[in-house]
């Protein structure tokens, strides 16, 4: 079934998006996975319009050692719910800005989903995909050593950047 995907040898992180329009804002997943040195796969698999191909995938990268699955999508936002319904691993959701609403559709597919089956949600368009993939690596710290030490350089490198005082005028 793997050549129907990208896959990556030792991914640890499933990303999925519900069409390629998505993938300029989860570029961002993929960029701020990739500084942290986790191995990440990224496909685009619509729930709605393949949702066969969507089980193959969730089956095969479970089986293959992906840990956490990342899901993008925009409008009734449904593929990270349906992605939590097949796999007992955590689901991180990325609402997409998309077409309408300005990503509020997006965000309340996601985060309202009824109780039994979480999604974790996270903010619409950028600064959601980019925490969706750092909520992944403190995840994944919490097991992985050399995860927590790239963790906690970003986190350290990140407080020393704020600057303390408001620009010259
Ligand atoms: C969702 O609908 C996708 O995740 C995307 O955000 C949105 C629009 O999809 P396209 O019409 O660009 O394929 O399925």
Same mark, same amino acid.
């Given at each position: 079934m793997s050549d129907q995907y990208t896959t990556v040898d030792g991914a640890s992180v499933g990303v999925l998006m &519900? *069409?390629? *329009?998505d993938w300029p804002t989860m570029e961002k997943t993929s960029s701020t996975l990739k500084a942290l040195n986790v191995p990440h796969e990224c496909n685009v698999i619509s729930a709605h319009r393949q949702p066969d191909r969507l089980a193959a995938y969730i089956a095969d990268a479970s089986e293959r050692g992906v840990q956490i699955f990342i899901c993008a999508a925009g409008g009734a936002a449904h593929l990270a719910g349906v992605v939590a319904s097949m796999t007992e691993l955590p689901v991180l959701a990325c609402p997409m800005q998309a077409w309408s609403l300005d990503g509020l559709d997006s965000l309340l597919s996601m985060a309202?989903?009824?109780? &039994?089956?979480p999604v974790a949600t996270f903010a619409i368009g950028g600064a959601g995909a980019i925490n969706a993939a750092l909520s992944a690596v403190s995840i994944l710290a919490l097991s992985d050593p050399k995860v927590k030490a790239a963790w906690l350089e970003y986190r350290a490198k990140q407080s020393s950047k704020v600057d303390v005082l408001p620009p010259a005028k």
């Open positions: &519900g *069409s390629a *329009s309202q989903m009824p109780k &039994g089956v």
